[in-house]
């Protein structure tokens, strides 16, 4: 029965996520496995991928054949490099132990240059949030820029019209208050009259 290494499409639609699966190569995509390998995951920078490593191994060495896209991810986590590996061990090119080291140098290099990469992932992130921000800012200061000439103008504007109001409505009022004042009722004060005090009549004394 020949197998392959393949991936299995799940998650939802925009947004896939894939299962690496040994299956029948007669049987359909989504079909029906004969085991999970792990998952794939493109939906993050890096991808994430989980990988059975040893399983994987001993399906290609009992002669799975991956497919275009399963190798390339099998090749990613280091299963091939282990397949090749373990078929020297076979041959007796190399010890066990030999294979593994190589194998553990092999990882240890990988995991490096993937963190590296996330680093400077993350620095361009924090650089493009920078420069949005940078450029927002000056988008403002150009616009506050641009507008205070046009607030100035309305300004100087407005200036003579107000001063030229402002007497008009002080000699509108004038005559207002002259009228006001010629409507008031004149209040007469009396003179003050000197009047003669009665004098006392004399009392003859008997």
Do not use: C
Request: hydrophobic share 40%; net charge negative; proline share 6%.
């Amino acid at each position: 029965m020949p197998v392959k290494i393949r991936l299995q499409r799940h998650g939802k639609k925009g947004k896939p996520f894939y299962w690496i699966v040994a299956a029948d190569a007669r049987s359909k995509r989504d079909g029906k496995y004969l085991e999970k390998l792990g998952t794939y995951n493109p939906n993050f920078n890096p991808a994430q991928i989980e990988l059975d490593i040893d399983g994987t191994v001993k399906w290609l060495q009992n002669g799975a054949q991956p497919t275009d896209t399963a190798k390339s991810i099998l090749s990613y986590r280091g299963a091939m490099l282990k397949n090749h590996l373990v078929g020297g061990v076979r041959k007796g090119a190399l010890t066990e132990e030999q294979a593994e080291a190589k194998f553990q140098a092999w990882v240890d290099d990988k995991t490096s240059k993937v963190d590296a990469k996330k680093s400077d992932l993350e620095k361009a992130k924090d650089a493009e949030v920078t420069r949005i921000f940078e450029a927002e800012k000056a988008t403002n200061e150009a616009r506050i820029a641009a507008a205070a000439p046009v607030v100035e103008e309305v300004i100087e504007e407005a200036a003579p019209i107000v001063e030229e109001a402002a007497p008009e409505v002080v000699a509108e009022e004038a005559p207002a208050v002259e009228a006001a004042a010629e409507e008031a009722p004149a209040v007469e004060v009396a003179p003050a009259t000197e009047e003669a005090t009665p004098e006392a009549p004399a009392t003859e004394e008997k």
